[in-house]
């Protein structure tokens, strides 16, 4: 990996693995089966700049590229899922979007809290009749007294009901398609005003909260089981003009750049835990016995192990690649697409083997790979399932095949 990574680099590496080997690695089985906000570890991340790494340091971030920030993410996945979506869903959905496309003045203001970990924010695009078929946004904004009123409802939204600064888009021309949504920054209070409290973290009382945004019922999931995730609901919202985030109209590309940012997220976040999992199976492998040797010695075993030690470089090749694009201000949008493909799947393989190496042993709660393989299934599912970045990947492959005739 040389050629991707800096001495930066590798020193955050460590410094983000020794903090998820003392402080998350502890709590997270118990946090997995409570399907409690893991709140104290979440404040620490943010004290050491993790919820802020691409961020400019003007505006309350390290200021590190987002190479830096995708080493973040694959850190803390190989440890728990749950704390990585945390990291991914605030930087790249809840914070970017404002920094692309916001007004210096929204940037000033939203920015240097989410940055420093102050609050926490979150992406409002899925909807009940919107899920892969983003276009077909039902929630509505109307022009009112200099402003915009806003009705309808998000689904599954990370931080929903924690977080406290959201981007959403609305429908402010029905008749345009997918050329009339827009997108807003709206505010609400966390629904955990207590706990929020007696941390001194998660709540920022100058937010701008717009009456009616409000967190809906908490989500029982299969995995990410300590990751906030509800539904946010917009009823009769009055926002004014400077909450409306770029031009009337512009939302639907704004998100498709910024879920195209997220997918390098996912890949990471994907490759964590495959790594996570690899790691587990290959001390077990080396440690258990079975026909008075260990389990290691069996061609099987290793067989298994090679394919994914394999699939692992593969996959860190295509994500830092994407992430280098990104980085060079180069087209990455294939590059990401390929990247949250390859490594969602490649997560659900690794996670499935690790079981498998592992035996009964890797059936029950006793180690992480249960819980790894559980976090793995949405990978495949979220920033757009992996049958949407296959059509992504296959329009942009037809593209470049024109452009190439082109100038040929």
């Given amino acids: 990996m040389d050629r991707y990574l800096n001495d930066a680099h590798v020193a955050l590496v460590k410094r983000v693995r020794d903090f998820a080997r003392e402080?998350?690695?502890?709590?997270?089985?118990?946090?997995?089966?409570?399907?409690?906000?893991?709140?104290?570890?979440?404040?620490?991340?943010?004290?050491?700049?993790?919820?802020?790494?691409?961020?400019?340091?003007?505006?309350?971030?390290?200021?590190?590229?987002?190479?830096?920030?995708?080493?973040?993410?694959?850190?803390?996945?190989?440890?728990?899922?749950?704390?990585?979506?945390?990291?991914?869903?605030?930087?790249?959905?809840?914070?970017?979007?404002?920094?692309?496309?916001?007004?210096?003045?929204?940037?000033?203001?939203?920015?240097?809290?989410?940055?420093?970990?102050?609050?926490?924010?979150?992406?409002?695009?899925?909807?009940?009749?919107?899920?892969?078929?983003?276009?077909?946004?039902?929630?509505?904004?109307?022009?009112?007294?200099?402003?915009?009123?806003?009705?309808?409802?998000?689904?599954?939204?990370?931080?929903?009901?924690?977080?406290?600064?959201?981007?959403?888009?609305?429908?402010?021309?029905?008749?345009?398609?997918?050329?009339?949504?827009?997108?807003?920054?709206?505010?609400?209070?966390?629904?955990?005003?207590?706990?929020?409290?007696?941390?001194?973290?998660?709540?920022?009382?100058?937010?701008?909260?717009?009456?009616?945004?409000?967190?809906?019922?908490?989500?029982?999931?299969?995995?990410?089981?300590?990751?906030?995730?509800?539904?946010?609901?917009?009823?009769?919202?009055?926002v004014p003009m400077e909450s409306r985030l770029g031009e009337e109209g512009e939302g639907f590309s704004n998100f498709m750049q910024t879920l195209d940012a997220g997918r390098i997220g996912i890949a990471a976040l994907s490759l964590g835990l495959a790594e996570g999992a690899f790691d587990t199976a290959l001390r077990y492998a080396n440690e258990r016995q079975q026909f008075g040797k260990k389990i290691w010695d069996f061609q099987a075993v290793q067989f298994g192990l090679a394919d994914m030690a394999t699939d692992i470089e593969a996959g860190r090749h295509l994500t830092y690649h994407a992430a280098l694009l990104k980085d060079q201000g180069r087209p990455f949008s294939k590059a990401a697409a390929m990247a949250k493909l390859f490594c969602s799947e490649l997560s659900m393989r690794a996670t499935q083997k690790a079981i498998q190496i592992l035996g009964g042993a890797g059936y029950t709660s006793d180690y992480p790979v249960e819980r790894m393989m559980r976090d793995a299934k949405v990978c495949e599912i979220g920033e757009g399932t992996n049958e949407i970045q296959r059509l992504v990947i296959g329009r942009l492959l037809i593209c470049e095949m024109a452009h190439e005739g082109a100038l040929a």
């Fill in 23 to 238: 402080a998350i690695v502890p709590v997270a089985r118990e946090l997995d089966e409570s399907a409690e906000f893991p709140w104290e570890t979440v404040k620490t991340m943010g004290e050491m700049g993790l919820l802020g790494v691409p961020v400019p340091k003007e505006l309350g971030g390290m200021g590190l590229d987002y190479l830096s920030y995708i080493l973040v993410v694959e850190e803390v996945a190989k440890y728990d899922a749950s704390h990585a979506i945390t990291i991914s869903a605030h930087t790249t959905l809840g914070t970017s979007p404002i920094l692309m496309f916001g007004t210096p003045e929204q940037k000033e203001r939203y920015v240097p809290p989410l940055a420093s970990g102050k609050v926490l924010g979150g992406f409002g695009l899925t909807e009940p009749q919107a899920g892969s078929d983003a276009g077909g946004t039902r929630t509505r904004a109307v022009r009112e007294n200099g402003g915009y009123r806003l009705n309808g409802s998000k689904i599954f939204i990370t931080h929903a009901g924690v977080g406290e600064i959201f981007v959403v888009t609305a429908m402010t021309d029905p008749d345009a398609g997918t050329r009339g949504i827009t997108s807003f920054v709206v505010c609400k209070p966390t629904v955990d005003m207590e706990k929020a409290n007696s941390l001194g973290f998660g709540h920022d009382d100058s937010l701008d909260f717009a009456e009616g945004v409000s967190a809906g019922k908490k989500e029982d999931k299969m995995g990410w089981r300590a990751s906030d995730t509800r539904e946010l609901l917009l009823d009769d919202v009055l």
